[in-house]
């Protein structure tokens, strides 16, 4: 069993800044790739950024330029910097993490965090 503990959420005006992190405990074999997803109120959830093990980064076109990911000290351990933000950032934000485990490949979710951008 993995845990993703989250932290780092609230809420901030427009234009400014928030740091996410996430930090995975447990049964941690292979990580492949760690990051963040999110979801608004009435609409699909969506990814932000990812990380894969190798440091290959992906980015939201919504989010490129304004948002950064990164590997913290902290083992297993991955951080989102978001500045510039916009009300259109607002979202409950989830961690996710996969990888390969003894049993095969794993995935998991953490509880999530709201982020909210006031105009």
């Known amino acids: 069993q993995v845990q993703l503990v989250e932290s780092g959420g609230g809420l901030a005006q427009a234009g400014g800044s928030l740091r996410l992190s996430c930090a995975a405990s447990?049964?941690?074999?292979?990580?492949?790739?760690m990051g963040w997803y999110r979801q608004a109120p009435g609409k699909q959830r969506e990814l932000v950024s990812t990380?894969?093990?190798?440091?290959?980064?992906t980015y939201a076109d919504s989010v490129k330029g304004r948002f950064t990911i990164s590997r913290d000290n902290a083992p297993n351990t991955r951080l989102l910097q978001m500045n510039n933000l916009k009300p259109d950032d607002t979202a409950v934000y989830y961690c996710?993490?996969?990888?390969?485990?003894?049993?095969?490949?794993?995935?998991?979710w953490g509880q999530g965090t709201q982020v909210t951008v006031s105009s």
């Open positions: 996710y993490i996969g990888g390969t485990g003894l049993d095969g490949d794993y995935n998991y």
């Open positions: 990380i894969t093990s190798g440091g290959y980064i």
């Open positions: 447990g049964r941690i074999f292979s990580v492949n790739v």
